[in-house]
């Protein structure tokens, strides 16, 4: 889907308020709209009088002004472009509309951000795919087009990203690989100015990283450890390093997951997409914030060679871990990755991306982002950049008490600690190995994928939270 300004195009949407006067409806079609079909521009609500001798025009409520949010507006716009679908409509023109509490670029942006949510589909493997017609939006009244054409760019850019997010975590397993993931770090972030480094499993074993090589020993298909670095700023300026779990596929190990909940292990790498999508975004809008991407890329397998519950391994950071649970595996992939990023990487602050606990989901539902920081005002900056992206995020506590229960009894750490309290203890089990530098450990285990869809997101991977990082990452400078 493309966006310009100012084409007059013959079928036009309003997006209006509740209790707003409809002038732009002729009086027949005012009184139909009205009285017959109860139009009152509520939110969700669509007036529709499009065909041969009709006024061409799509109105689509926001409900009450004083109510307006960002998220209504993405809906809005998403439901818009549903019903030009619908209506096989190619292109039409969007009549500005303002709010006094909202930049009118953004408000333009939201809309933008709604459709092309709505314009999504992961449809490469069905042999009739049905596309969507609307291809071309115009956005008219603006008398800055610069600026509106700028902030248009920026937001297609960003949904580009989420949009690679999704692919990622759709792509099924026999398709997304480690490998194979490494390759697509390279095609698709490597040609648009970010550096990729790709290290094999001889150059894992040499860090020391035995956690992980623990979860990759069980596969065929062997590990990747994936660097992006994007570095405007220059590398002697120090990163936020953003770490993401990178399973393509687990089941469980020899804690074998029941059919029915390894049925979306597909989605296991959604931390690892999220890096992807963000970084593609920042450097596609080229964002002056300097950003290092680690993944640790391994499938959870059984095998001959696959670790066992009682196995012990050592970590890069030399730190003992009893496995408790193979099916308590990301953690131990992260442990590595994490260290590395605080050690190895010129990192001042660290965040870690995860589909790492059901606890987290059972704790917060489907659509909430459970979070843990060593630092709160870091964790705040990331909780405001996700209320404006329209993200959730909450914070669960971490008290001393529960640092106990990640201590092994023959070892420095175990891997699981049972069902209590088992997002937090993770969380804290992630932390050992930040090495004390500012960090928030984001398990998007419920958010990162959804079986039904819910709002303007659809079924499959949503893409959380990568408006969340990039808009706390621009902010940030």
């Not at 193979?326 to 990023?341: F, K, P, V």
Request: net charge negative.
């Amino acid at each position: 889907m493309n966006f310009t300004s100012n084409k007059n195009f013959e079928v036009k949407v309003f997006f209006v308020y509740e209790g707003q006067g409809l002038d732009m409806l002729t009086q027949e079609t005012l009184e139909y709209a009205q009285k017959q079909l109860l139009f009152k521009g509520k939110a969700g609500q669509i007036y529709s009088h499009l065909g041969p001798r009709t006024e061409n025009k799509i109105l689509v409520g926001l409900g009450k002004k004083e109510a307006l949010t960002t998220n209504i507006l993405r809906q809005a716009g998403h439901d818009a472009g549903a019903e030009l679908n619908k209506h096989k409509v190619i292109k039409a023109s969007i009549h500005k509309i303002t709010h006094p509490d909202m930049d009118t670029f953004g408000f333009a942006q939201y809309l933008a951000e709604g459709f092309m949510q709505n314009d999504y589909q992961f449809d490469r493997y069905k042999e009739k795919p049905q596309p969507k017609t609307l291809k071309l939006l115009s956005f008219e009244g603006y008398k800055d087009t610069e600026g509106l054409e700028e902030s248009l760019t920026e937001i297609v850019n960003v949904m580009d990203g989420v949009s690679m997010a999704k692919d990622m975590v759709n792509l099924p397993p026999n398709e997304l690989t480690p490998e194979t993931m490494a390759m697509l770090a390279q095609q698709e972030l490597g040609k648009i100015g970010v550096s990729v480094e790709i290290f094999g499993e001889e150059w894992i074993k040499e860090q020391g990283m035995d956690a992980y090589m623990a979860v990759a020993d069980g596969s065929k298909n062997r590990p990747r450890f994936i660097q992006l670095s994007y570095l405007p700023l220059g590398e002697e300026v120090p990163a936020v390093a953003l770490v993401g779990k990178g399973l393509t596929y687990d089941t469980g190990g020899y804690a074998l997951k029941p059919a029915a909940s390894m049925r979306t292990m597909k989605c296991d790498m959604g931390g690892s997409a999220s890096v992807f999508g963000t970084i593609y975004a920042l450097a596609k809008n080229q964002i002056q914030a300097n950003v290092v991407g680690i993944v640790a890329a391994a499938e959870n397998m059984i095998s001959g060679n696959a670790m066992r519950n009682d196995d012990i391994v050592s970590s890069m950071k030399g730190l003992s871990i009893e496995i408790g649970n193979t099916d308590a595996e990301g953690r131990l992939t992260l442990a590595d990755a994490l260290y590395y990023a605080a050690t190895q990487v010129n990192s001042e602050w660290i965040i870690d991306i995860a589909t790492l606990t059901g606890a987290a989901v059972v704790a917060l539902g489907d659509h909430t982002t459970a979070a843990i920081t060593n630092n709160d005002d870091f964790l705040a900056k990331i909780q405001a950049s996700a209320e404006a992206s329209g993200e959730y995020v909450w914070q669960l506590p971490s008290y001393p008490e529960m640092r106990k229960q990640i201590q092994g009894e023959f070892t420095d750490l175990v891997n699981v600690t049972g069902r209590m309290g088992g997002a937090i203890t993770a969380g804290l089990f992630l932390e050992e190995f930040v090495e004390k530098k500012p960090w928030v450990h984001l398990d998007i285990a419920g958010p990162a994928y959804t079986k039904t869809g819910w709002g303007y997101l659809h079924k499959g991977g949503t893409g959380i939270p990568v408006k969340t990082l990039y808009n706390f990452l621009k902010n940030r400078g």
